[in-house]
Every structure is written in structure tokens, then in C-alpha cells.
């Protein structure tokens, strides 16, 4: 039985690797919009899970941990990165839920010690062996208030997928983010 489900979460990564890695990033400003402000890899997020996640939900302590930059902003030269540190207590958490939309609010502190509150709406898909998150939503507060925010989190599959399969757990998760911040 055992190594039944090995041989098919083999064949499942095999075939998840074979597939092309094609990562959709950012599409550029919106027409008729202005890029308030760009950042591109190597900015990144690591997000971690204490206790690990399994396919059974338990209570969890997220940590989510961004570093953007190089960032550049037309409209405010100054900024040349941010961060987003963001922990909670989730209850009932399994690697499954890595997989669900939902939605988030968090805040961006610039280099430049101003901030941007966003509220924002995601999705989850999985292409070629990359798992990538889409958040689409708007600032909310802050610098950049009431402008669009579109920004692309891309990393491995591989462990959540195992993880779902029963074959491991996930502590945790790195990404690489591409973010874009546009007026109207």
C-alpha cells in the first residue's frame, strides 16, 4: 500500500515537472492607469507554519515574511524597497487550504518609512510545478491610497503537493513576488 502511494505521488511529481514552467507576472499598468510603483525579483516571501502543516487542520501560527525590492516608483524616486511582516494564530489549518482563494489585508512599510495598507483578493493555481498566488485588490490607506495593486507570489509546488498527498508536511514556503501599484 505504502509503496503504491509512493509510486503514485512519484509519477504525480514526474508529471508536474515534465509540464512547462510558464509563470504568468504582472501584465504591466492597466490602460489609461499610471505605474505608481514596480518591484521585481529577487524580491521574495517566505512564509512559515508552526506547527508544520499536515492534511489534518490544526491550529497554526503563519508567519509571512516579504522583502520587495528593487522597487522603483516614478511618482516617489525615494522608494527603492519594502517589507511586509505579518504573523496570526490560524485555527484549523491543513496544507489544503494552501490551495483555496480568500482574501487578505496587510501592509507594505516602504524604505522610506511610509506605508500602504492593501485589501486584496486571491487565487491559487498551480502551473508546471509552480505554485502561484495572484492578489488583486487596492490600497486601501497610506501611500498610494486607493490605487490598484496586482502582485504575483511563485514558488515550488512540490511540498504542498506531497503534503496533500499525505507524503510529507510543510513548514514552510519561499517564493519569489513581482508587485505592481497602479492610479487610475
Same mark, same amino acid.
Given at each position: 500500500?505504502?509503496?503504491?502511494?509512493?509510486?503514485?505521488?512519484?509519477?504525480?511529481?514526474?508529471?508536474?515537472?515534465?509540464?512547462?514552467?510558464?509563470?504568468?507576472?504582472?501584465?504591466?499598468?492597466?490602460?489609461? /492607469?499610471?505605474?505608481?510603483? !514596480?518591484?521585481?525579483?529577487?524580491?521574495? %516571501?517566505?512564509? $512559515?507554519?508552526?506547527?508544520?502543516? &499536515? +492534511? #489534518?487542520?490544526?491550529?497554526?501560527?503563519?508567519?509571512?515574511?516579504?522583502?520587495?525590492?528593487?522597487?522603483?516608483?516614478?511618482?516617489?524616486?525615494?522608494?527603492?524597497?519594502?517589507?511586509?511582516?505579518?504573523?496570526?494564530?490560524?485555527?484549523?489549518?491543513?496544507?489544503?487550504?494552501?490551495?483555496?482563494? /480568500?482574501?487578505?489585508?496587510? !501592509?507594505?512599510?516602504?524604505?522610506?518609512? %511610509?506605508?500602504? $495598507?492593501?485589501?486584496?483578493?486571491? &487565487? +491559487? #493555481?498551480?502551473?508546471?510545478?509552480?505554485?502561484?498566488?495572484?492578489?488583486?485588490?487596492?490600497?486601501?490607506?497610506?501611500?498610494?491610497?486607493?490605487?490598484?495593486?496586482?502582485?504575483?507570489?511563485?514558488?515550488?509546488?512540490?511540498?504542498?503537493?506531497?503534503?496533500?498527498?499525505?507524503?510529507?508536511?510543510?513548514?514552510?514556503?519561499?517564493?519569489?513576488?513581482?508587485?505592481?501599484?497602479?492610479?487610475?
Amino acid at each position: 500500500m505504502i509503496k503504491s502511494i509512493r509510486t503514485a505521488a512519484a509519477a504525480l511529481m514526474t508529471a508536474v515537472s515534465a509540464l512547462a514552467l510558464t509563470v504568468p507576472g504582472p501584465a504591466g499598468a492597466a490602460s489609461g /492607469g499610471v505605474l505608481d510603483v !514596480t518591484c521585481t525579483p529577487p524580491s521574495s %516571501q517566505n512564509d $512559515t507554519f508552526t506547527p508544520p502543516l &499536515t +492534511v #489534518t487542520p490544526r491550529d497554526v501560527t503563519v508567519g509571512i515574511t516579504s522583502q520587495l525590492g528593487p522597487c522603483v516608483s516614478l511618482s516617489n524616486p525615494a522608494i527603492t524597497s519594502g517589507a511586509i511582516n505579518f504573523s496570526a494564530l490560524v485555527r484549523g489549518l491543513s496544507c489544503l487550504d494552501l490551495l483555496q482563494s /480568500g482574501s487578505i489585508t496587510y !501592509t507594505i512599510v516602504w524604505n522610506t518609512g %511610509q506605508t500602504s $495598507t492593501i485589501s486584496a483578493n486571491y &487565487t +491559487v #493555481t498551480i502551473v508546471g510545478a509552480a505554485l502561484v498566488v495572484t492578489r488583486t485588490g487596492t490600497v486601501t490607506s497610506g501611500l498610494f491610497a486607493g490605487s490598484t495593486v496586482l502582485q504575483v507570489i511563485t514558488g515550488p509546488a512540490t511540498d504542498v503537493l506531497l503534503c496533500i498527498l499525505g507524503l510529507g508536511t510543510v513548514s514552510s514556503t519561499y517564493s519569489l513576488v513581482t508587485l505592481e501599484i497602479t492610479s487610475l
